[in-house]
């Protein structure tokens, strides 16, 4: 299929398959860290670069077609549908405005192409604008005195505004993306079946671009309490400090560090289990900018055994050992299944008191751990379709104070 573009002749593949496949999103972050170990971050893309990567399995005609197809446009552009980011739209009988909440997928679904699948086919379409604004009462006017007798009234209505009218039923639709081929081909053949590798780079025109949604925040950063999945039974991670040692290479040898506290690293596994989880996911990512923005978010680990009876004001007991050398300033408490943020106001070898003040039940008090300021210790995000719907992804996570 070929469609005619800006960018002159597009070759759109119908047929994707996204099992297998991978989406990876490359945001580009300058960190400068100084001496002591705090840091400035800019970004340095307004948007991510989107890479795509397809596997496709094919069986005798369909091995020459693919071949024939790769052989004659490898350098030249492709139209690549994201399943990823399918729409169930109403059925539309030669109308040019498809009325859809568009919230959820405004990174992905924005003015461009779009790709289409229905009763009667597939068919590319050019999405011009987004919403539009009807009339749901006329303006009436005196015809004497031409003075307003009831006002025009307007309503904006969500959905995206195509070039052209069109006509389909039970149709879904996708962004369409438009991209060159990435390095090279690679076909791995059998007698009578082929596998073909192919990654796609999205242009820079094309790019999927959003500033996110704000959540909950605590001072003055986002604050999440997405949960951890461990890698298998359990989640490795690794506390870091910036060493130096002095060894003379005949005698002893000393260290010393410029760092004042450690940092702590982990990796951030997500399992999203259906679409919705997906395009939420995808608003967080978005509102992290690869590296560039922190979040605040529990460490999960039970590290302070709290020894409080009856109930907990604004003063915790606690027997933990070192409790006090490690120097904390922050816990998450959950409490009846909600999490909420407190900052330690004082603390001694054997107390901690915080704000705001818990006022509960030692009995209703679920888990008490450390909250960390983090971001992302990674500019790239794989995206990998596993089928039926989920989707895996994981991103190493750093926490900068505590």
Not at 168 to 176: D, F, G, R, S
Request: with cysteine; net charge negative; aromatic share 10%.
């Amino acid at each position: 299929m070929k469609i005619q573009t800006a960018y002159g002749e597009v070759h759109v593949l119908t047929n994707c398959p996204l099992l297998e496949s991978t989406e990876r999103l490359e945001f580009l972050t300058e960190v400068h860290e100084s001496f002591e170990g705090s840091e400035e971050r800019s970004a340095l893309r307004d948007a991510p670069r989107q890479i795509l990567s397809f596997k496709y399995v094919q069986m005798q005609k369909a091995m020459g077609d693919m071949f024939h197809m790769l052989y004659a446009n490898l350098r030249k552009y492709w139209g690549i549908p994201l399943r990823q980011v399918k729409r169930s739209i109403p059925d539309i009988a030669e109308d040019d405005f498809i009325i859809l909440d568009t919230s959820s997928t405004q990174a992905d679904l924005k003015v461009g192409f779009a790709f289409i699948e229905s009763r009667e086919g597939v068919e590319v379409v050019e999405i011009t604008e987004i919403g539009r604004y009807i009339i749901v009462q006329e303006e009436i006017r005196d015809p004497e005195t031409n003075e307003v007798i009831q006002p025009l009234i307007t309503e904006y209505q969500d959905g995206f505004r195509l070039s052209a009218n069109i006509t389909v039923t039970n149709a879904v639709m996708m962004p369409l993306r438009i991209c060159i081929i990435d390095g090279d081909a690679s076909i791995n053949a059998g007698g009578f079946w082929s596998n073909a590798s192919v990654v796609f780079r999205v242009i820079a025109e094309d790019l999927p671009e959003h500033d996110g949604d704000e959540p909950m925040q605590y001072l003055g950063d986002d604050l999440y309490f997405n949960p951890l999945r461990l890698d298998g039974d359990s989640l490795e991670m690794t506390l870091t400090q910036q060493q130096s040692i002095v060894d003379g290479s005949i005698g002893g040898f000393q260290q010393f560090t410029h760092h004042a506290k450690p940092r702590y690293m982990k990796p951030f596994k997500s399992v999203l289990k259906d679409w919705l989880e997906f395009h939420e996911y995808r608003r967080f990512l978005f509102r992290r900018m690869g590296r560039l923005k922190a979040f605040w978010m529990p460490l999960y680990e039970k590290h302070l055994h709290i020894t409080n009876t009856g109930t907990v004001y604004n003063v915790l007991n606690t027997d933990t050992a070192y409790f006090l050398e490690a120097d904390r300033e922050h816990i998450a408490v959950k409490i009846n299944d909600v999490w909420m943020a407190h900052a330690i106001t004082a603390k001694t070898a054997t107390t901690l008191t915080v704000s705001p003040a818990l006022n509960v039940l030692v009995s209703d008090i679920q888990k008490v751990c450390y909250l960390g300021l983090h971001r992302f210790d990674a500019d790239q995000i794989e995206f990998q379709f596993l089928g039926a719907g989920i989707t895996q992804v994981t991103v190493p996570i750093t926490e900068l104070s505590s």
